[in-house]
């Protein structure tokens, strides 16, 4: 599809909307001008810009009342034996140098 348009004095240009809903671009959304050997193309900026953890809050959502910590600790808990654990991170006495 072709579609011509206008540079206006500040080197602008304007998308018609139609276009603009079809690739979902919006005002500020980032574009890239390339030039190629059949003329120029348009395209949306792929890179993206890193995550900040503001834009995950509410990404995961709990129905129903909130879960205690004992709760969320339990299988974990269940699976390990804590004294041997802690017997295992204690150093040796037989390796200690007096």
Do not use: Y
């Not at 890193?50 to 910590?69: I, N, Y």
């Not at 004992?70 to 140098?97: H, I, Q, T």
């Amino acid at each position: 599809m072709s579609i011509a348009t206008v540079i206006i004095n500040q080197g602008q240009i304007e998308i018609p909307k139609h276009i603009r809903d079809e690739m979902h671009w919006e005002s500020g959304h980032a574009l890239i001008l390339e030039t190629t050997d059949a003329g120029v193309l348009l395209r949306a900026q792929t890179a993206k810009k890193p995550l900040r953890l503001e834009a995950l809050r509410g990404f995961l959502k709990q129905d129903g009342p909130p879960v205690s910590t004992d709760d969320l600790c339990a299988p974990v808990d269940a699976g390990v034996d804590w004294d041997a654990a802690e017997r295992r991170s204690r150093p040796c006495a037989c390796n200690l140098v007096a």
